[in-house]
């Protein structure tokens, strides 16, 4: 059975860091394409950013770019979300996915398998 689990929420300051990770088990880390996304209070959950098995193919929402950066170790079956310059409205809720393709809509729900349980990021004014 393949687990996800998110780590590295917290409580940041407007314009500070974070770094979320999240580790895979029971799977074929190597072979899937990797997503986050995130859920605000109140709001739908929005995609944020995916990469794909090799790591050549990164796309991000418009919403982030410049700021996030998605990248992935394999042999560790690690991904990683690095938050910068963060924003009030970046709190959210954020969940990593997986997907056994690594091509279509990759920006949907739908197109992942598996998901972990979320981790809290919450940017204070």
């Known amino acids: 059975q393949v687990h996800l689990e998110e780590s590295g929420g917290g409580l940041v300051q407007v314009g500070g860091s974070l770094r979320l990770s999240c580790k895979v088990s029971g799977g074929t880390f190597a072979t899937y394409g990797m997503g986050w996304f995130r859920q605000a209070p109140g709001k739908e959950r929005e995609f944020v950013a995916v990469i794909s098995w090799s790591g050549n193919s990164i796309y991000y929402t418009d919403s982030v770019k410049g700021r996030f950066t998605i990248s992935r170790e394999n042999a560790k079956n690690t991904m990683y979300l690095k938050m910068d310059s963060l924003k009030p409205e970046d709190t959210a809720v954020y969940y990593c996915?997986?997907?056994?393709?690594?091509?279509?809509?990759?920006?949907?729900?739908?197109?992942?398998?598996?998901w972990g349980q979320g981790t809290q990021a919450t940017v204070s004014s």
């Open positions: 996915a997986a997907s056994r393709e690594n091509s279509g809509s990759w920006d949907r729900e739908s197109f992942y398998d598996y």
